[in-house]
């Protein structure tokens, strides 16, 4: 088996970044080189304070310090990397179409079909190319036909090796991985290649977590325990709605059925909406292809599951707005958080946006905090919806830095990402200073009803009356 000890892995982001430092950290022996076509992106990942990396996650700082310069690079000298490295991982992002055939559902995989031609025109020895991204079934098909018609001698083995870390977790997540997925051929180079990435990982994870299969299940596997995890928040989601209207309670509800081991406690948290890069496009991905191949049921079913989240995004402005008199047009609400989740500075399709865009509809006045999102990203997030001029939504909302003074005069407050700094606040001050009556609105279901009952607020809390 070929024993590896140069990898390269083209894009520098949320994935490629912290699985890349991880895997340096973890085989010393190996050299690894991210590299990426943003020399911004790259130049922070450089950056002497590991404090402006360009990710924030907990314990990377700690990792990339510990590997950089030693095993670990990052650089814009793309062909440079691919020439040298045995092992190419492609861990670019693949968006929604937004164009042509497939519009607003497909995979966009010109990002991963240009890495393939990178691949193919610079490569001049034998190379195990790794997909990380996610990517539509078949996708390896398509780059094997890249590569192999690139004119040259050399050989590609093709690997699918999903990526399984979830944001804000993601160097547990990697560390302590509960599987390794690697679909490859079955051919004896298919397996050898399998082998030489299982080793890669055997530097840190058991063996029997590392599973091997074909490369069609490796792809679809990973859009489908997507699909399965999103299904679980949509459908928590669903009965949280059922709870306001009938005094049942969502937690009791979770609880009850999470002790069923055939069932788990996991996933089960209702919110305001699932958010994240990932969720909605692999669905609509998913969707995708089960239409395309003539499987329409399938489709549906697995569409309701965005349709579910968008309602219950929708749900929770038309609570506010309808307990607010059914009118906040000039009035000031501050929204807490706008990550899609706690400990990650990612805004990608966060509830908050959606939530922030309903709420500016109405003419409110927003202030907006969260404790890793700069108001560079919160602007740019609403100016993307096109729903009203960059000018407008600079009026309407403001970006605050201190969470305590912001709610000075506030008719209401919204926790939109479950940080854990906002359980600890002084919510009896916060009262104080609020206009009255005081509303919160929690999403994210972090505050204890009593307590926010007993201090004067009016408290709605997804999924209790
Ligand atoms: P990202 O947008 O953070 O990073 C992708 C990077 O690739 C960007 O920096 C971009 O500049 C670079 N890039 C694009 N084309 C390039 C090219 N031709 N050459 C060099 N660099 C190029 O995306 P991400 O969140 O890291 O996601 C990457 C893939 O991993 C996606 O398919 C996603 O679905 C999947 N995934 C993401 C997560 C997550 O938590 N974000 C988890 C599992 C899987
Ligand atoms: C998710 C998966 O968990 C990862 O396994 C996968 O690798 C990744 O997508 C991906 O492919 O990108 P991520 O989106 O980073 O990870 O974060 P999650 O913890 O899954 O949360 C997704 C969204 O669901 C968040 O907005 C979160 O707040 C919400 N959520 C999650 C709930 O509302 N309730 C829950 O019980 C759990």
Redesign the pocket.
Known sequence: MQKINKICC????????PTMSVIANKCPDIQVTV????AD?IAQWNTEDLDQLPIYEPGLKEIVGESRGKNLFFSTE?DKAIDEAQMIFI????PTKTYGKGKGQAADLK?VE??AR?IAQVATTDKIVVE????PVRTAQAIKSILDNSGSEVNFEILSN??????GT?IDDLLHADRVLIGGNDTPEGQAAKDALSAVYENWLPKERILQTNVWSSELS?LVANAFLAQRVSSINSISALCEKTDANIAEISRAIGFDSRIGPKFLNASVGFG???FQ??ILNLVYIARSFGLPEVADYWEQVIIMNDYQKRRFAEQMIQTLYNTISGKKIVLLGWAFKKDTN?TRESAAIYVADALLEERAELVVYDPKVNAERIYADLDYLNTRSPEENRKLLTVATDPMEMVQDAHAVAILTEWDAFKDYDWTAIYDKMLKPAFVFDGRRILGTKQMNDIGFNYYKIGES
């Open positions: 083209i894009g520098a982001g949320y994935v490629g970044g590299v990426d076509i943003n992106r793309v861990s670019v992002n693949t990002y240009l890495c990178n990380k991204s996610t990517l999903p990526e399984f870390l979830a944001e993601a990973k994240g890069s990932c496009k692999d990612d």
